[in-house]
């Protein structure tokens, strides 16, 4: 988690909304981001869906069946798509997003038969550190406003 950290801080450097997410493999890291979406004019291109679509290539197949998911806010209900689809069995988060979180907070997709057999999701994991780079980026975005 704490590589997920350090990839939404540096995100925030770039203007982006500090989420960060790593996938790892057989112990390795495969593939760090941080969201995209002001920087691709893509809005797609959260830090789930940046890091399943790396691993995938780097790994030569989407089924990432025995990878683990680490991002530092919970993930919406496009990028849980993204982790349902990519049968990834573990998925660990930080604060829950209460406005857009697919996974508890709005759509409850934690809870969808299509997760794959098994799959654990661990919520609230450092938790504060992961609230308090949201809350300073977008208390900093209103009174630039």
């Avoid at 390795?28 to 941080?34: D, K, L, R, S, T």
């Avoid at 849980?80 to 069995?89: F, K």
């Amino acid at each position: 988690m704490a590589l997920a950290i350090e990839a939404a801080e540096a995100g925030e450097k770039k203007g982006e909304v500090p989420i960060g997410a790593v996938l790892v493999c057989d112990k390795e890291v495969i593939a760090i981001a941080h969201n995209r979406k002001e920087t691709l004019s893509d809005p797609t291109a959260h830090a789930e869906m940046l890091v399943i679509r790396e691993a995938a290539e780097k790994l030569g197949r989407w089924r990432l069946d025995d990878c683990q998911l680490f991002v530092t806010a919970e993930p919406c209900v496009m990028c849980m798509g993204a982790v349902i689809q990519a049968r990834i069995p573990l998925l660990v988060y930080g604060v829950a997003e209460k406005k857009f979180g697919g996974v508890e907070s709005t759509a409850y997709l934690g809870q969808h038969p299509m997760l794959p057999r098994k799959m654990e999701i661990y919520a609230g994991i450092c938790e504060e550190q992961c609230e308090k780079i949201l809350k300073d980026f977008f208390e900093k975005k209103r009174s630039e406003y």
